[in-house]
């Protein structure tokens, strides 16, 4: 199995609030992982991006951050939400050399 | 310019028929792209990728223009279930996303 989970997975939370969303990664070893943001009507745009544990790269500077404590998890995190990061928020992985990426079921995020 | 532009349609076309649609693309060295579909509030699936001039699964066919700067999608024989928005996805060190086109199929 190549299962992507990912939870919560819609989450209605009030401007200021902390964030913190989980993906996890079934059935591979040392796994890319990625983190997108789909705003309503508009592509898909890259957040994070692990080739490993420890090891994440930003696309996109702003109030939130990423980390990958073990090999197949990725944690998506905020200290402070802002009403524009509401989103469909996006896990996925590829294979190292592949540029072929598999997406989770997504998290649905409203900042109110 | 955008780095991945589509038509955002919609197309609606009846069952049986054939719908196709372009996007293009502004970095000239891309070397890889893939088609994704997306059903409403649900994740992109990989639908076809594209390494050289064009692939074909089925009733889906991809092709690659280069020279211009476009891939386009086919689709014959056009199903219900292929109702659906198309993500066009070109590889630059990165994968970009365009903001999709929106196909759907009536009865």
Redesign the interface.
Known sequence: SQTIHQWPATLVQPVGSPLSLECTVEGTSNPNLYW?RQAA????Q?LF?SVGIGQISS?VPQNLSASRPQDRQFILSSKKLLLSDSG?Y?CARSFAGS????????T?LTVT | RKE?EQDPGPFNVPEGATVAFNCTYSNSASQ?F?WYRQDC??????LM?VYSSGNEDGRFTAQLNRASQYISLLIRDSKLSDSATY?CVV?DY???????TTVTVRA
């Open positions: 997108y009507g508009r592509g898909l890259l991006y696309e469909f996006l540029y072929e990426q598999y997406f989770g079921p997504g649905r | 991945v890889s893939f509030r649900k994740e992109p699936k990989l990728s993500l590889n990165k994968l970009s996303f365009g903001a999709g």
